[in-house]
């Protein structure tokens, strides 16, 4: 006989599962278990350990698990799941491989008939706007 099967249950864990079975036989609809009831398992599995204690009580491993693992034996929240996550990877956003060139002023031009112009002018660059706008309107006139 392998030595996890030589394990036997504790007099008190003993109780624990009959008031367990007999609260899942006189339930008449499928509902949660007790906090109190998870709080006496919760006990249990930190002293006796979590897979001896789920087996012998007849509860969710993993329900358990996040049960001990709270230190409440309450209900597990999002938060305590989330908290089991061991590892998150971060990827750091892809670096530009040249540098966005600087901008300088943009000029935008409508004429009365809705045609547009738009001129980008790099960094440091001049333009005589007064020209410009004599030129654009006498074209259209």
């Known amino acids: 006989m392998r030595q996890r099967d030589k394990f036997e249950i504790p007099v008190e864990m003993a109780?624990?599962?009959?008031?367990?079975?007999?609260?899942?036989?006189?339930?008449t609809k499928r509902c949660r278990?007790?906090?109190?009831?998870w709080e006496a398992a919760a006990t249990f599995g930190r002293t006796h350990?979590?897979?001896?204690?789920?087996?012998?009580?007849?509860?969710?491993?993993?329900?358990?698990?996040?049960?001990?693992?709270?230190?409440?034996?309450?209900?597990?929240?999002?938060?305590?799941?989330?908290?089991?996550?061991?590892?998150?990877?971060?990827?750091p956003a892809p670096l530009a491989t040249t540098p966005a060139p600087a901008r300088g002023p943009e000029v935008e031009l409508v004429g009365v008939q809705g045609e547009r112009m738009v001129?980008?002018?790099?960094?440091?660059?001049?333009?005589?706007l007064p020209a410009l706008a004599k030129a654009f309107q006498g074209r259209w006139a």
Request: hydrophobic residues 35%.
């Open 15 to 27: 109780k624990v599962r009959r008031d367990i079975e007999e609260w899942r036989s006189t339930r």
């Open 33 to 37: 278990l007790p906090d109190w009831l």
């Open 49 to 91: 350990g979590i897979y001896r204690t789920a087996r012998a009580l007849h509860v969710s491993y993993e329900s358990l698990k996040y049960r001990v693992a709270s230190g409440t034996g309450g209900r597990p929240t999002d938060t305590m799941r989330q908290a089991a996550v061991p590892f998150v990877e971060l990827r």
């Open 119 to 128: 001129i980008r002018l790099a960094a440091g660059q001049h333009l005589d």
